[in-house]
């Protein structure tokens, strides 16, 4: 979800490092560990790549190295396994690199696999925990290197190892390995398959700590951002609130812990457009914050309410409150700090909205400056968000060309980030519809065809935006003639929006009259025939017929008609649905293409 920023974590946080003490230790997910101790988890949004970090350890090296620890038989030996791991930890922590310590890495999970193989070490068959904690190590090395793809694997192994019900230990580590498994999938885009790796991880825990344990909290809150992540709002929603009630049961009133959930649950109602609980959450947030003596936290909520309060139309009260987030950022940050130029962006679409375009563009250029010269500590996510909202208010005040070069710089700082392949396809989107717009269909195409590609990888190919895009891309290959491969496009645009929209919305509406004028020009009358007569069935018995759109469809299924020699087998409809019950509604304008009949 392009945009979001975490409640919790702040913008300026540093990066992870790869970091290994002094005693031998067992390594598990960073923000795994949190949730079975008492610190915080790391918010999920935006990803970073995961980092080997310290846990719990049995091992130790109880006996000199092996003479020859690089010849394969010397893997047998029970002691290679840690004496490896311990010279991977030294590797990293002198600052060699991780290279070197990928390949101790391996050998040691090699030893211990084959340890385990052949029963050395293990007590009354117990899995060797070792070697699930050396398949943690490796799997975050590989992720430090940004080679994720050869880190799922090695978790997927991982997490076969342990059995939670024989105690605490393999609970422990089975959670562990769950959420750094869900971590490499978020990393690699693949949100769905990051999520049930959290919720398989939650459920672990659960079982071992009891549904009421402040750890709990922490996992149902890190996991409601995944969801929100994935506009997963009705479980985000579910997550959010059982994360309050732990806390409120642990914690003392107004705590930082419950502030930081309602912050959260605002972000929720206000995506279900729940905008007055949204505004009930943050306001008691806020009061929280204040308690706390956390002013910039204060001012961050204000931004959250004054774009509460423009979504309701409520526009003085929305200024006030970014007003008064802007004067605790300049006097705290400076001025030339990304959380400014953030509320500048804001202020310009509020100034936009209420006809003051002067302003608004002066808004707008006061951010750029900002971005153009950022701070240190300022990341590319933060600058490409921002570009990003700008470009919006450049394309609403009929600037495209201007709102196109924000949305190019953009996707050029994120290509080379981890985790970001939804968001450019995202922004690739947008720009295939701009591009289309000033009739540069085959930029269009081009655009519109490589945010499907990253969609298609990052496991996103049912949801309803890829049906859209595909319907997108379709229409610029009308416009270049390119037939075939839109007719492709526009069935299978077709499967998704079915399933996910149903056949009555509107975006499947129009993707059915792009397919059958398709298959007109293709030739195939009696395809576009069935197609234009099952929309005008819809229309007839469950949409009504006062919809414009209605004879539109009706002239052109008589014309194909005609042509093919044939009458429509009409059937009698009761008087209820000759009605359109959204008649009385502002129709939205619709663009066509004469003769054809295509629609955006």
Known sequence: MPGLVSVKTPPDAPPLRISVPDTPTQTQPQRSESVFS??????????????????????????????????????DNPDLGPFLLKLARDTIASGEGPTKALDYALRASKSFERCAAAGAGAVDGEPSLDLAMSLHVLAAIYSSLGRFEEAVPVLERAIQVPDPPRGADHALAAFSGHMQLGDTFSMLGQVDRSIACYEEGLKIQIEALGDTDPRVGETCRYLAEAHVQAMHFDRAEELCKKTLEIHRAHSEPASLEEASDRRLMALICEAKGDYESAL?????????????????????????IGNIYMSLCRYDEALFSYQKALTVFKSSKGDNHPSVASVFVRLADLYHRTGKLRDSKSYCENSLRIYAKPVPGTTVEEIAGGLTEISAIYESVDEPEEALKLLQKATKMLEDKPGQQSTIAGIEARMGVMFYVVGRYDEARNSFESAIAKLRASGERKSAFFGVVLNQMGLACVQLFKIDEAAELFEEARGILEQECGPCHQDTLGLYSNLAATYDAMGRVDDAIEILEYVLKLREEKLGIANPDFEDEKRRLAELLKEAGRTRDRKAKSLENLIDPSSKKKKEVTKRWPGLGFRI
């Open 38 to 75: 008492n610190s915080k988890p790391a918010s999920p949004l935006p990803r970073r790549p995961p980092s080997p970090s310290p846990s719990r350890s049995k091992f130790s090296p109880r006996k000199p190295p092996p003479d020859n620890p690089h010849s394969d038989s010397a893997l």
């Open 280 to 304: 009930e959450h943050l306001v008691l947030a806020s009061m929280a914050m204040i308690a706390n003596g956390q002013d910039t936290e204060v001012a961050a909520i204000d931004v959250s």
